[in-house]
């Protein structure tokens, strides 16, 4: 899927426009709660087709992909964790390891959405001065996730 650029005259493919729409909405943050609230919405569902598709070729044996997108979790939680000045002790393989061993399940709920769709969790969260490492992590599902937010719940 291509979309023509008129501006600049160069190809994007539809998966690069829509990290740019994120990357403005990062420096446009509405006040508004309902337009914050519809742009986190979006974000969320296209994430859900992305990981689908990954997920899809996962189960035909490409896992290369998968482990990119853990990595990216991994330093993504890395650098809020020197933000948040936590301690910051998360093994690489041993997320790989949890996630390979879920079998696809939500900790909370138990409900099966497939690996590519667990999110790791803060038990204690990094905002409220718990550490990034292995044994404050759980992999919860979207919905648990989002109901979670800064809460210690879920233990
Ligand atoms: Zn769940």
């Given amino acids: 899927m291509y ?3 008129a501006a ?15 990357d403005m909405g990062a420096q446009f943050r509405p006040q508004d709660p309902e337009t914050f609230e519809a ?8 994430n859900t087709l992305y990981y689908d598709r990954i997920y899809y070729r996962l189960q035909k044996g490409d ?11 991994w ?3 890395s650098m809020r964790a020197k933000k948040y000045g936590v301690s910051n002790d998360l093994d690489f393989d041993k997320l790989l390891e ?5 079998n696809g399940k939500c900790t909370h709920c138990h409900i099966e959405v497939g690996i590519i769709n667990l999110v790791p969790d803060h038990i204690r969260s990094m905002y409220k001065g718990g ?7 759980q992999l919860l599902c979207e919905k648990c996730n989002t109901k979670k937010g800064h809460r210690d719940e879920y233990k």
């Fill in 3 to 5: 979309k023509r650029n």
């Fill in 8 to 22: 600049s005259g160069v190809n994007t493919t539809r998966r690069e426009w829509v990290f740019k729409k994120m």
């Fill in 39 to 46: 742009i986190r919405l979006f974000k969320t569902a296209y």
């Fill in 63 to 73: 896992n290369k992909n998968f482990q990119r997108i853990v990595r990216a979790k």
């Fill in 75 to 77: 330093s993504n939680y």
């Fill in 98 to 102: 949890m996630y390979l061993h879920s």
């Fill in 131 to 137: 550490p990034n490492t292995i044994d404050n992590i």
